[in-house]
């Protein structure tokens, strides 16, 4: 577990120019070496990958490759009532029983390891199996439920008049639509409206959902068949893991192509020229035709071309802007004035890096776990999953605590499990940004913690999610320092992890978890870290 050494002291964040150059660069900025697992024949191994922190003494990066096992298949559903909390959600009155609810049901698969199996074997370089990657087909073959599990499910809700039922074989949801009025016959409840409370992450503010207030019942027959059902779910109020600010941590180079280590240390910008030559990556003169990478944009970021045509023009030395292929949200993305910091940073420094390399842009709007309309990461994966060929690499810069995820809605958490595995059988290495918290992770924000008592934020360990997953690669973040601003570990002209007690605008998460076992592999380099001397003592 990582040490108190490497605790944030500070919610600073990453900052970019209004020009779209980017001076700072956070964790989050996790994908824009993903050229190097296709170069060096690398993918879904442990590979070195491009991460940084913004810092006063000029951020760089390297891949932490931390991910952690299994998740539970095969449990019954939660049938419990959803659970308020003055903090974040607040009851209101009974629906109106004419009103259409959207409603996700869960089915498990039939044989829940087949999918996990595979999934190790592929990405493990010493197996017979590995890079033998599936088509969607093959993929969902290794998910699918028992035959009359669906058709079952659809004549029970049928004879409550629900005939709006769609089935994906991608994500195994059944997407259920019907009226107040029938979903409380079938599930033999009550549909309240809950209330956010403004001001709180989770919350999400002066939203209204529409969820169970008692109980679900089902036929136990069908309860082995169902994984969860989203009417007692509570959705997600997964932030950033990096957010922008107007500050400028240091001064860019004078030369805007390039920089150097000196002054990258002084805390100059780092620049998509300087990367390529600390890294070793050589410049992309040609296109792969089947090559792509792609990340998504969630919760109202946004980008603009304009933005990314002055990067490159100020960058790129005349490379052109790849092909992008974008799943836009009307008047957000693409829009002038709608650019943030997070979308931008993503889009121009993965594309920096492949500037030749075919660029899926998805923009999701939204923000409950299970409604179609409304949760991103889940119609994301499912976009993904019904490519023929997806991208090779997706990057994401967004995170959530942990401990509130399994808390509030384990059953989300643990259905996202396997469209990962699913992405990787496909061929799909998922870089999950680690945090920019440290050891406390989010929980000061949340008030799990005393907020005015910085002392106390690393006495528990915060781990986020879904860089928690051990179906992903999390990527934390490196930098230089002087030697003469540092001491210790720390006192060396190589990379150190990212810490605020060095200056850094951040101080980097390391993909460590509560919910997941450690997997197997990573065994041996544990062990032999723990032998070594140098580790501080246990607290």
Request: charged share 20%.
């Amino acid at each position: 577990m990582e040490g108190c050494m490497v605790c944030t002291a500070d919610t600073a964040d990453a900052s970019t120019h209004k020009d779209g150059a980017t001076v700072c660069i956070p964790s989050n900025l996790h994908a824009t070496l993903s050229i190097i697992s296709h170069l060096s024949s690398f993918q879904n191994s442990m590979l070195l990958h491009l991460s940084s922190c913004a810092a006063f003494h000029g951020p760089l990066v390297a891949a932490v490759l931390l991910a952690l096992t299994s998740p539970s298949q095969g449990h019954h559903p939660v049938l419990n009532a959803f659970v308020e909390h003055p903090a974040t959600w607040t009851k209101g009155h009974r629906a109106l029983h004419d009103e259409q609810v959207d409603v996700t049901i869960g089915i498990a698969a039939a044989t829940p390891r087949a999918l996990e199996d595979l999934f190790w074997s592929v990405s493990d370089p010493t197996n017979a199996a590995y890079g033998r990657h599936l088509s969607a087909d093959e993929a969902d073959a290794l998910t699918s439920p028992r035959p009359d599990a669906v058709p079952s499910i659809t004549r029970w809700l049928a004879e409550h008049d629900i005939a709006d039922v769609v089935f994906s074989p991608a994500t195994n949801r059944l997407k259920v639509r019907g009226s107040v009025r029938s979903l409380e016959a079938v599930f033999a409840t009550e549909i309240h409206a809950y209330n956010g409370v403004a001001g709180h992450p989770v919350g999400r503010g002066n939203r209204r959902i529409l969820r169970a207030s008692q109980p679900l019942a089902m036929p136990p027959s069908m309860l082995s068949d169902v994984s969860y059902i989203s009417l007692n779910a509570h959705p997600l109020g997964r932030l950033l893991a990096a957010q922008g600010h107007g500050k400028q941590h240091g001064n860019e180079s004078k030369n805007n192509k390039s920089s150097t280590v000196d002054s990258v240390r002084d805390g100059g910008g780092i620049t998509p020229a300087f990367l390529r030559e600390w890294y070793g990556v050589p410049r992309q003169t040609s296109a792969n035709e089947t090559n792509a990478q792609g990340i998504p944009e969630f919760y109202e970021e946004a980008w603009t071309d304009k933005d990314l045509s002055i990067f490159f023009n100020k960058y790129m030395d005349g490379d052109a802007i790849p092909t992008l292929v974008t799943h836009q949200v009307p008047s957000r993305d693409d829009t002038e004035g709608q650019a943030s910091a997070e979308a931008s940073l993503d889009l121009q420094y993965i594309t920096a890096l492949a500037p030749r390399t075919t660029t899926y842009v998805w923009s999701q709007s939204g923000s409950n776990p299970f409604s179609a309309a409304d949760e991103p990461f889940v119609e994301w994966a499912e976009d993904i999953l019904t490519m023929k060929q997806p991208p090779y690499v997706v990057s994401l810069s967004y995170a959530d605590d942990e401990e509130h995820i399994f808390a509030a809605s384990e059953a989300y958490a643990r259905s996202f499990d396997p469209l990962l595995m699913k992405l990787g059988v496909r061929g799909v290495s998922v870089f999950v940004a680690s945090g920019d918290d440290g050891v406390a992770g989010q929980r000061p924000g949340l008030r799990k913690t005393n907020i005015d008592n910085k002392a106390e934020w690393c006495k528990q360990h915060g781990p986020q999610w879904p860089t928690s997953s051990p179906y992903v690669t999390s990527v934390g973040a490196t930098m230089l320092s002087k030697l003469t601003d540092s001491s210790g570990f720390f006192n060396t002209l190589d990379e150190v992890v990212c810490t605020s007690s060095l200056g850094s605008a951040i101080t980097s998460g390391g993909g460590f978890s509560t919910q997941y076992a450690r997997p197997a592999y990573q065994d041996a380099a544990v062990q032999g870290y723990l032998a070594t001397r140098n580790i501080p003592p246990p607290v």
